[in-house]
């Protein structure tokens, strides 16, 4: 007969693994020589906007392939939904691809991630960067337990800053990254280690209840936002909220917050103000103003990468393992 404390124990055992979080898969990191692919997900793009992306990854020792949609045209968008769609299924599926690179943001990639079979993906994952719309497959991506590449687009590169380039290049070929920023008058101080997803707060927004929203529990989000009127802001904060996404995290890094606007009747608190009182009543650490999002200096993040997250009263310090 075995002893309660010996029965307990079993049954933890026995249900363990269906609690055990996956292990994130990391696409290989690139080498030189390698084949980058850039394409349009979203808006259209013009290809003399993503030259200078080019000659980057060249001086980098890449091989560079333009999508097909790179020139398209279908009112805003880079091509109808199946153009755009069909472009990156075929980068995926190109065993000689290694990361597929987004040419810009805007909006549309919503409109063909379900048109998209990740099975060869799945068993051969490569890189997958971009920020802003492309939140769509970070989140879906990770949902995948792959990571992904959060940082600039192609067409930003021409104004990007060294610090952004650096980070891009360092996240693209392996090399190890910890950010150390300033301290902010709304951070919270402690310390995580989690694994870090996340992006852009309209996106992950509009996504929730879909097969793209991502698992927030024990992870580390990271949010940012550009040109959104401050009660949205509020009303998007909130949802999150009420959906326990701030209650099951270990950790919150705020990006940028990028030309809010206002109402004629003022909202009364800008976009950080709104965020730290929606997020103040929980003890984990949160950082303000981290150099992420749609400003030049857009640093790289790996989603789906663990991190360690040290809050203190004189700063902020972001580990990838």
Same mark, same amino acid.
């Given at each position: 007969m075995?002893s309660?404390?010996t029965?307990?124990?079993?049954v933890l055992?026995?249900?363990?693994p ?5 292990a994130?898969? *990391?696409p290989?990191y690139?080498?030189?020589? !390698?084949t980058?692919?850039?394409v349009a997900t979203?808006?259209?793009v013009v290809?003399?906007s993503?030259?200078?992306a080019? @000659?980057?990854l060249k001086s980098?020792g890449?091989n +560079?392939i333009?999508?097909?949609t790179?020139?398209?045209e279908?009112?805003?968008l @880079?091509g109808? !939904?199946?153009q755009?769609?069909? !472009?990156?299924?075929e *980068?995926?599926?190109n065993?000689?691809?290694k990361a597929?690179?987004c040419a810009?943001g805007g909006?549309g990639?919503?409109r063909?991630i379900?048109?998209l079979?990740f099975?060869?993906?799945? @068993?051969h994952?490569k890189?997958?960067?971009?920020f802003s719309?492309a939140?769509?497959?970070h989140s ?6 792959i990571?992904?590449i959060?940082g600039i +687009? ?5 104004? @990007?800053?060294?610090e952004?380039?650096?980070s891009?290049k360092?996240a693209l070929?392996g090399? !190890?990254i ?8 709304y ?6 280690t ?5 992006g852009?707060?309209s996106v992950?927004y ?6 793209s ?10 949010i940012?936002?550009?040109d ?5 802001i509020?009303?998007m *904060?909130v949802?999150?909220k009420?959906?326990g996404y701030f209650?099951n ?19 009364g608190?800008d976009?950080?103000q709104i965020?730290?009182d929606i ?7 949160i950082?303000?103003n981290?150099p992420?999002?749609h400003?030049?200096d857009?640093?790289?993040?790996i ?7 040290t809050?203190?009263a004189q700063?902020t310090t972001l580990?990838?393992?």
């Amino acid at each position: 007969m075995y002893s309660k404390a010996t029965l307990i124990l079993i049954v933890l055992l026995a249900f363990a693994p269906l609690y055990a979080q996956k292990a994130v898969k *990391m696409p290989p990191y690139l080498t030189k020589g !390698d084949t980058v692919a850039i394409v349009a997900t979203a808006r259209k793009v013009v290809g003399e906007s993503v030259e200078p992306a080019v @000659a980057l990854l060249k001086s980098w020792g890449l091989n +560079v392939i333009l999508g097909k949609t790179i020139g398209k045209e279908e009112n805003q968008l @880079a091509g109808a !939904d199946w153009q755009r769609a069909t !472009d990156f299924q075929e *980068m995926m599926d190109n065993p000689s691809v290694k990361a597929i690179w987004c040419a810009k943001g805007g909006y549309g990639t919503v409109r063909m991630i379900d048109r998209l079979d990740f099975t060869k993906f799945k @068993a051969h994952p490569k890189w997958v960067v971009g920020f802003s719309d492309a939140t769509v497959l970070h989140s879906h991506i990770n949902n995948l337990d792959i990571a992904t590449i959060h940082g600039i +687009v192609a067409i930003s590169v021409s104004r @990007a800053t060294p610090e952004a380039i650096d980070s891009f290049k360092k996240a693209l070929f392996g090399t !190890d990254i910890t950010y150390t920023i300033p301290a902010h008058a709304y951070n919270k101080t402690g310390t995580a280690t989690g694994e870090l997803i996340g992006g852009n707060l309209s996106v992950l927004y509009s996504i929730m209840g879909s097969e793209s929203e991502a698992d927030y529990k024990g992870k580390i989000i990271f949010i940012e936002d550009l040109d959104e009127y401050l009660y949205h802001i509020d009303r998007m *904060m909130v949802n999150l909220k009420r959906n326990g996404y701030f209650k099951n995290v270990k950790g919150i890094v705020i990006g940028a917050m990028t030309k809010m606007r206002d109402n004629d009747v003022p909202w009364g608190h800008d976009a950080l103000q709104i965020i730290q009182d929606i997020t103040k009543e929980y003890k984990i650490p949160i950082c303000f103003n981290f150099p992420a999002g749609h400003i030049t200096d857009n640093r790289a993040l790996i989603f789906g990468k663990q991190v360690n997250l040290t809050v203190t009263a004189q700063g902020t310090t972001l580990t990838f393992e």
